[in-house]
């Protein structure tokens, strides 16, 4: 890992912070509810915008069409050509 300071002290690494954000995707074929992760001050549309395949997701679950759980799973990555619309999911639903 590299780490470069510039004049006034602002640290530059390789690493990304980003901040996940519970969402609800529709893909051509499922309904995910999990995380995706969001680079700090940016939108999910800007994370959608990237020049990227897929798009990682967390703490995963897919839903089928009478809203049962058919999956699990702590990770998927998603391709980003298979998703049809993302939306943020309010929080205090839950």
Excluded: C, Y
């Excluded at 893909?27 to 897929?54: A, C, N, P, S, Y």
């Excluded at 069409?65 to 998927?76: A, G």
């Amino acid at each position: 890992m590299t780490i470069e300071f510039d004049d006034k002290g602002k640290i530059f690494t390789d690493i990304v912070s980003k901040v996940p954000v519970q969402v609800v995707v529709q893909t051509t074929l499922q309904l995910l509810r999990g995380r995706m992760h969001v680079r700090r001050g940016e939108r999910i549309k800007d994370e959608l915008d990237r020049d990227e395949l897929f798009i990682a997701m967390t703490d995963v679950e897919v839903v089928g069409s009478e809203s049962q759980v058919l999956f699990q799973s702590p990770f998927i990555a998603v391709r980003r050509n298979q998703i049809v619309w993302v939306m943020p999911e309010d929080e205090d639903q839950e």
